[in-house]
């Protein structure tokens, strides 16, 4: 029988805390990065029973890990053990990446840069001096509503079923935003309003953040089926699974540049791991990667 050397002592301890977590597709990125940086590291999933989250952070601490991520329902109140948090954490009131150093705990929010990345490598696409429109105002839209109010966008528009939701988040984001010179960028209209018609009508791009049409109610779309797209517009749906939403089944067949959130899901991973590493990977080496880590959610 061979032997597994793969784990010693030295070996680079990473991780995810969260519950559930029987179903994350994390630690294959992960490894897999390890693996193509020839780093000797390991990325493994711990199931966190509820009332148990102090506990296992400082188990992870005290145990040398160099950092882990947070997933559902964890990812706001891990906030309470870190010792510093970044502008992005502190928008978001939320940490999906953990850097542990010396005794310290520092708090990231990946999936802002992640999803940033994505959308400029799969469409070409920017945000500079656009019009956005952002259908949903969960966790994911207030990280891609504040992350591209920061990039340039003219205006982002936060269109949301519940208004009451989108007028918080966007009221919430412009506050902060302000705060920090940006300028008041966002605002919010009802989903199924004369007013989300008038502002979808002339969005540069629009973003599904919705969980609308995610598998198994693959059926389900935010916007009607007698919704019309403008073939000039760039529409991006977070959900990966389908690879082909039926929002972005229409919005191809209008015409429109689309893309899905496999993209955004493999490069918030991979900015975790940069964090970790203290290293910035180049686009030309995750190519590979990126397309079999691909294949392997649509498997
Ligand atoms: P969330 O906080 O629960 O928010 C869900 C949003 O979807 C709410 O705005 C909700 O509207 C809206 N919604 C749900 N069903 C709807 C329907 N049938 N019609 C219209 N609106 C509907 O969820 P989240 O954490 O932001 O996640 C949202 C989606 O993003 C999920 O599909 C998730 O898998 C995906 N995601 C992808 C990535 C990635 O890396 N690709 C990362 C994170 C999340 P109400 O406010 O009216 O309820």
């Known amino acids: 029988m061979q032997l597994d050397t793969r784990v010693s002592g030295k070996t680079v301890l990473t991780g995810l805390i969260g519950n559930p977590i029987e179903h994350t597709v994390s630690p294959v990125l992960q490894n897999s990065l390890f693996s193509m940086m020839g780093i000797d590291g390991i990325y493994i999933p711990v199931k966190v029973p509820d009332g148990m989250l102090e506990d296992a952070v400082n188990g992870l601490k005290a145990s040398g890990f160099t950092g882990f991520n947070v997933t559902i329902p964890y990812k706001e109140d891990v906030l309470r053990f870190l010792d510093e948090i970044n502008e992005e954490v502190e928008l978001l009131g939320a940490a999906n990446t953990i850097r542990c150093s010396g005794d310290k705990l520092y708090g990231y929010n ?4 992640g999803f940033l990345r994505a959308f400029r490598e799969q469409t070409g696409g920017g945000f500079e001096g656009k ?4 259908l949903g105002a969960g966790g994911t839209a207030r990280a891609l509503t504040a992350k591209i109010a920061t990039v340039g966008a003219e205006k982002v ?3 949301n079923r519940t208004p009451e939701r989108a007028q918080e988040l966007s009221l919430n984001v412009n506050r902060v935003l302000e705060a920090k ?10 989903l199924d309003s004369k007013e989300a018609a008038d502002a979808l009508e002339e969005c540069d791009v629009i973003i599904n953040t919705t969980s609308a049409g995610m598998y198994p109610k693959v059926d389900n779309s935010p916007l009607s ?22 929002l972005l089944a229409h919005a191809k067949k209008s015409g429109c540049r689309t893309a899905n959130g496999a993209g955004m899901l493999f490069y918030q991973g991979v900015r975790a791991f940069e964090i970790w590493m203290g290293i ?3 686009g030309n080496k995750l190519r590979d990667l990126s397309s079999e880590f691909i294949k392997y959610l649509a498997e």
Not at 181 to 190: E, L, M, Q, S
Not at 227 to 243: H, L, M, S, T
């Open 110 to 113: 990946t999936d802002g840069d």
């Open 181 to 190: 010179g940006y300028g008041k960028i966002t605002g919010h209209v009802a």
């Open 131 to 134: 019009l956005v429109g952002i």
């Open 157 to 159: 528009t936060v269109i």
């Open 280 to 282: 910035d990977i180049p």
């Open 225 to 246: 089926d007698d919704f019309k797209f403008r073939r000039e517009q760039i529409v991006y749906d977070v959900i990966y699974n389908p690879a082909e939403t039926k």
